[in-house]
T-cell receptor, first 114, second 112 residues
């Protein structure tokens, strides 16, 4: 059984388009995250939701909008895609913050903007 | 300020020889530290974690790490490398709350 799943796995699109990436977790976790991994493999947190409430919002262009319809889902919508948005996007989940904050990651979505 | 530094961007070892991946951290609070592994085109998998119990932590696939507060280090080791260990390894810091800080990653190459 997949713990954290993402769709699609690959996404190729043109500049200026709007696209969404979906994430679902079946672990019963309260907290979900979106990370961006660039071409140099550097991972940076973008957003975090706890019980559908936004708790972390790093310096991310407002073209990126997360949406959490329920605790098990955290979707990422991107407007007006740019070349620099090309990256692998990882969704993750964890229990409430605490000791330790062990995160479970999805397989990633490779976004290519042409 | 909280930070994580992985001292080597890549490490190359021969199969059957020991592995050492180095990680230093900076934190004003008691840290939780993790090592994650990422195989090519895969998501991240937790290898091991340090909370505040034993300073020597054992993880999956024969990996272990030792928390040394005096050296602010959390190096990852394995006695004998296997070809399947070739991957990217991330050292991760959490100082409470929801935010975690990832190191830049160390690519491990294993030669036959």
């Amino acid at each position: 059984d997949t713990a954290v799943s993402q769709t699609p796995k690959y996404l190729v699109t043109q500049m200026g388009n709007d696209k969404s990436i979906k994430c679902e977790q079946n672990l019963g976790h309260d907290t979900m995250y979106w990370y961006k991994q660039d071409s140099k493999k550097f991972l940076k947190i973008m957003f975090s939701y706890n019980n559908k409430e936004l708790i972390i919002n790093e310096t991310v262009p407002n073209r990126f909008s997360p949406k959490s319809p329920d605790k098990a889902h955290l979707n990422l919508h991107i407007n007006s895609l740019e070349l620099g948005d090309s990256a692998v996007y990882f969704c993750a989940s964890s229990q409430l913050a605490g000791d330790p904050l062990e995160q479970y990651f999805g397989p990633g979505t490779r976004l290519t903007v042409t | 300020a909280q930070s994580v530094t992985q001292l080597d961007s890549h490490v190359s070892v021969s199969e059957g020889t020991p592995v050492l991946l180095r990680c230093n951290y900076s934190s004003s609070y008691s840290p939780s530290l993790f090592w994650y592994v990422q195989h090519p085109n895969k998501g991240l998998q937790l290898l091991l974690k340090y909370t505040s119990a034993a300073t020597l932590v054992k993880g999956i696939n024969g990996f272990e790490a030792e928390f040394k507060k005096s050296e602010t280090s959390f190096h990852l080791t394995k006695p004998s490398a296997h070809m399947s260990d070739a991957a990217e390894y991330f050292c991760v810091l959490n100082t409470g709350g929801f935010k975690t800080i990832f190191g830049a990653g160390t690519r491990l190459f294993v030669k036959a």
